[in-house]
């Protein structure tokens, strides 16, 4: 059981329902529905799990020359190709299912659009093929926040497409610091990732502009009327320390260190984040107070 339970990449599974839980509880208000929540998040996780079992299926051969994932149950055949597919499928017809009963269907198409870029898209293709397959599949990444946030507003509005660019544009600076951090890795795989493509110093010019558009897209949410003032200075505040790293680091400890520093700043970033969006929503009706 425990295989069955690691292939699904509990930590990814995990850091979805973070950021889940922070878009429903924006869009909830402060008048959270709790028995709408349960159901909401459990079927996102569900696909979410769905998802990274079928990635570890795709990306078994790829894993075998990776330092960092040649452990994985279905590169070392711990376990099968046709259980992990049953397991996928299973994890996904059950997140789907709880999702159509529970919630409603913008919810779940959102997931579902999330699930075919991150498998169909990215997995399939674009990781292997494709130096945008990181600004791509970000997509994906946004999809569980936006998707709880449908669920409970069953529209697709304003306060929803920043909070898919905010994840999104998260996602993607994150995503060039694991790359560059374990460079050594993508470049033995043959994969076209950014760093291996156009070089650190090009990536680190990406990653800066990206974390850039992420702090404005963050207190954009603010200053929309979404989320109150003590929002806006977190936002502002952990924007502005991930960004100065961003400029500022790695010229004496090293692109490698200077990467694994911006990764766990982008995470600390992305819980605050989290944690003031679902605290400090302001209630509706929702304006733009800051312009007033």
Do not use: E
Request: hydrophobic share 55%.
């Amino acid at each position: 059981m425990q295989t069955y339970f690691l292939v699904t990449k509990p930590w990814i599974v995990f850091a979805n329902l973070i950021a889940a839980t922070a878009g429903f509880l924006l869009a909830a208000r402060g008048r959270p529905d709790m028995a709408l929540f349960p159901p909401a998040l459990a079927g996102i996780a569900l696909i979410v799990a769905s998802g990274c079992v079928f990635n570890n299926c795709i990306d078994r051969d790829l894993d075998r020359k990776m330092a960092r994932t040649r452990g994985r149950a279905l590169s070392t055949r711990a376990l099968s190709l046709p259980a992990g597919l049953l397991w996928a499928s299973l994890l996904g017809i059950t997140g789907t299912a709880v999702l159509w009963i529970w919630t409603n269907g913008l919810c779940l198409t959102v997931v579902s659009a999330g699930f075919a870029v991150y498998v169909g898209a990215y997995s399939l293709y674009l990781k292997r093929h494709s130096v945008h397959s990181t600004v791509i599949g970000s997509l994906a990444g946004a999809a569980p926040p936006l998707a709880a946030y449908c669920a409970v507003t069953g529209r697709l509005d304003l306060g929803a497409a920043l909070v898919a660019a905010i994840f999104s544009l998260w996602q993607i600076p994150h995503s060039y610091a694991i790359t560059i951090y374990r460079f050594d890795d993508y470049a033995a795989a043959g994969l076209p990732v950014l760093p291996v493509v156009a070089g650190i110093p090009a990536t680190r010019h990406q990653i800066a502009g990206y974390i850039l558009a992420f702090t404005l897209a963050a207190q954009a949410l603010a200053f929309c009327g979404y989320a109150g003032f003590a929002y806006l200075l977190a936002a502002t505040a952990i924007g502005l320390c991930w960004l100065a790293l961003a400029l500022g680091g790695g010229r004496t400890s090293g692109d490698r260190q200077w990467a694994r520093k911006l990764y766990v700043c982008s995470m600390v970033a992305i819980v605050v984040l989290c944690a003031m969006m679902s605290l400090d929503a302001v209630p509706g009706p929702w304006g733009p107070p800051f312009f007033l």
